[in-house]
């Protein structure tokens, strides 16, 4: 709303500067051509001031009077049209969720890299590391990544159903593997062995490359990894 209003304020604004423009040109034109007076003797009898001042009275209160009138009754106008619409819930399958979280925790290894000089964390303990400095990558009181990121939706029990790649390193090519789905285990790691497939259906795992794109692999294309 904000933005739209600025947007709004500065286009009826320079509308009427437009306008205003115009007006003066056109007023020394015609006083030029009826009185023929050129534009210095305007400025010497000071007519070209007074037709300054009454060009702003005239444009400008109705160009700040228009932005009023418009940016609130298409703001009111839009928020009645979405009132009236029933509005359906738009519901994430498991398999968006599990996407999603792979790509927040692709995300949050890349923000650590940058914090300890281009380094990923250690695989020993990288689960650890992203939960205790959440905040830290955040740069906000509220942490980028919370314990449930972990979980993948579809899976039945566990606290982590995603492993780290220990040979990528944010140096290595993008299209490396970084992180992949794998049965349940806290601090995972390892390669294309940990690979979990029957978390959804169809058959497939959700991969994180070092660029950071996610894609769904079948298992027919897992041998065609990266490690």
Known sequence: MIEFARESYLFCIFAGLIAWLAFLLLAVFVLSLTRKLKINDLIKKRKFIFIA???????????????????FSSYYLSDSIISR?????????????????????????????LLHNGRYPDPNWWCDLLIAEAVELAGSDDPVITPKDFICPSAVWGDCHYAMNPGCQPQSSGDTVLLFESDAGWNKYGTAE????????????????????????????AAALKW
């Open 53 to 71: 001042v009454v060009g702003a009275i005239v444009f400008l209160p109705p160009s700040i009077l228009l932005w009023r009138i418009y940016s």
């Open 85 to 113: 619409k029933n509005i359906e819930p738009v519901v994430e399958s498991d398999l968006d969720l599990c996407s999603r979280n792979i790509l927040q925790i692709g995300y949050c290894l890349n923000g650590y890299a």
């Open 194 to 221: 940990l690979m979990a497939f029957d978390h959804h259906e169809p058959n497939g795992c959700h991969v994180i490359f070092n660029d950071g794109t996610v894609e769904f692999i079948t298992p027919e294309k």
